[in-house]
């Protein structure tokens, strides 16, 4: 995901340029891409990326009330936030999106995919609500987005899938360590996935992943 992130902001915006990433979490993607641009993050919790990553601009803030001024930034990303149990009115948190966002500014997203993924998963995971593209492109385009809505994780998806469905009760995240050899293998799927995902729009997967431009 965050090369993916990285190679979308390389491709769109001139060095220099102002980033914020909404639920910056550990830090790991403003490392990333922190040499190349001007980052800021907020979080609900920002003690591990302060860290991580000096010098970066850290807020204490949630999506839903943004303690910026309008129009502040060139960029936006937003890795599996807005679906997060955590965030109340997702509607809200679009709008907020798009206010601190200049004019034909980028914004980056993902949430989770399916309601009928919904497993115990979800509930280790604080995930509060899943969504399909075309619901997704919709709230987009109702908050002032120009929206390109796809999905990710569509190589791995039907092993995926059955995972979930057949632990859909038990209360545990799925997402941790492989032994180092499969990790190879599914990081290249990943990797070959993400060029997909960069030309074209995948028709089904774990996650909603969109690319928008404030209009």
Avoid at 24 to 52: M, Y
């Amino acid at each position: 995901m965050r090369e993916l992130v990285a190679t979308t902001l390389d491709d769109r915006l001139e060095p220099g340029s102002e980033i914020v990433e909404a639920g910056c979490g550990s830090g790991g993607l403003l490392e990333a891409i922190g040499p190349r641009f001007r980052c800021t993050g907020f979080d609900l919790d920002i003690d591990t990326a302060r860290g991580r990553v000096p010098g970066v601009t850290l807020v204490e803030a949630g999506i839903e009330q943004v303690p910026f001024g309008d129009a502040a930034f060139d960029a936006l990303v937003a890795i599996d936030v807005v679906s997060a149990a955590g965030v109340q009115d997702d509607r809200r948190a679009l709008a907020e999106c798009r206010r601190i966002l200049r004019p034909g500014g980028i914004f980056v997203m993902q949430v989770a995919a399916y309601e009928w993924l919904r497993s115990g998963h979800d509930a280790a995971a604080g995930t509060g609500r899943r969504y399909s593209a075309r619901r997704l492109q919709q709230m987009l385009e109702e908050a002032g987005f120009d929206a390109r809505v796809g999905y990710r994780v569509t190589l791995l998806f039907p092993p995926a899938a059955l995972h979930r469905i057949a632990n859909r009760r038990i209360s545990k995240n799925d997402v941790g360590p492989v032994p180092r050899p499969l990790n190879s293998v599914l990081l290249s799927v990943m990797r070959f996935e993400n060029r997909l995902v960069s030309r074209m729009r995948l028709p089904f997967g774990l996650s909603v992943f969109a690319l928008a431009t404030a209009v």
